[in-house]
């Protein structure tokens, strides 16, 4: 088998059902900036970070092919025979409590903060405007998405918005604040 299949040489793409579309399509759009999401937490992991982190944003890189999967798949047609790859609430319960966990490890905010600090901790907070992104660009598909998988994405970015301040907060290195 290749790496290349000439099937999209003229703009489109299959979606999970086989309908093929554009590349360009709102859908395919969604599921690229979770893709690149992606990406940017696999840089993030190249990082000396915490093990705790770490695990956690593996973890999540294998969500996150899940919710591209569902993304991809507007008939509905793969979650009854892949479970493994359906985004549930237990999913987003898991992110609220990662949340709760970093957030109380460093102090609480009194003002915007600008993004920076360690390596990791901006490449987080890109992430997290990639997260951002993709929330944007998941809540207006026709036909509508799972709102489980809207819920992920929205606590993902608050997640990595308090990831970014642990790892900073761990090494020592002041936020910024905007004034």
Request: hydrophobic share 40%; charged share 40%; proline share 3%.
């Given at each position: 088998m290749t790496l290349y299949t000439r099937t999209g040489d003229g703009g489109e793409t299959s979606l999970f059902d086989g309908t093929r579309t554009?590349?360009?399509?709102?859908?395919?759009?969604a599921y690229g900036e979770v893709d690149e999401l992606h990406a940017w937490l696999g840089l993030v992991r190249t990082s000396p970070i915490d093990a705790d982190v770490d695990r956690a944003l593996l973890a999540i890189q294998r969500d996150l092919f899940a919710l591209g999967a569902q993304l991809a798949d507007p008939a509905e047609k793969l979650a009854?025979?892949?479970?493994?790859?359906?985004i549930a609430d237990d999913h987003v319960a898991r992110l609220e409590s990662l949340i709760d966990r970093f957030d109380g490890e460093v102090p609480p905010l009194r003002r915007f903060i600008l993004a920076g600090g360690t390596p990791a901790a901006a490449a987080l907070h890109v992430a997290r405007t990639v997260c951002r992104r993709a929330e944007r660009r998941m809540v207006g598909l026709q036909p509508p998405i799972d709102p489980v998988l809207?819920?992920?994405?929205?606590?993902?970015?608050?997640?990595?918005?308090?990831m970014a301040r642990y790892e900073n907060h761990r090494l020592g290195v002041?936020?910024?604040?905007?004034?």
């Open positions: 554009r590349k360009d399509d709102a859908r395919v759009d009854p025979r892949v479970t493994r790859a359906v809207v819920r992920y994405i929205n606590r993902l970015s608050d997640l990595l918005f308090a002041a936020e910024t604040e905007w004034s």
